[in-house]
């Protein structure tokens, strides 16, 4: 499995962006797949995740400003981010959940930077 990001980048304060995420490989509906994201010196801690089914989990500081969503077909993960804050600075790193035991499987990261 190959996860592959895009769509970072630098936005000012209250501005939006969209991450998609394309994975290859044994990819299917049966894997959740998602965001996490990692700031200079903190954890990495989840953002958002998606079933194949579409069932939804965001993260309590997401607070209604984020949207994910997939496309079952393309094997495609997507984020839209609104209303930025500098909070929000980190590396975004899409994964995909193993449909029975093992590890996750992570993509390279991109980087979003939002400006004061």
């Known amino acids: 499995v190959q996860l592959q990001a895009s769509g970072g980048g630098l936005v000012q304060t209250g501005g939006s962006l969209r991450l998609s995420c394309a994975a290859s490989?044994?990819?299917?509906?049966?894997?959740?797949m998602g965001w996490s994201r990692q700031a200079p010196g903190k954890q990495r801690e989840l953002v958002a995740r998606i079933t194949g089914g579409g069932g939804r989990n965001y993260a309590d500081f997401v607070r209604g400003r984020f949207a994910i969503s997939r496309d079952n077909a393309q094997k495609t993960v997507s984020l839209q981010m609104n209303s930025l804050e500098p909070e929000d600075t980190a590396v975004y790193y899409c994964?995909?959940?193993?449909?029975?035991?093992?590890?996750?499987?992570w993509g390279p990261g991109t980087q979003v930077t939002v400006s004061s």
């Open positions: 994964f995909a959940e193993p449909t029975e035991h093992g590890y996750n499987h």
């Open positions: 490989g044994s990819i299917t509906r049966g894997n959740a």
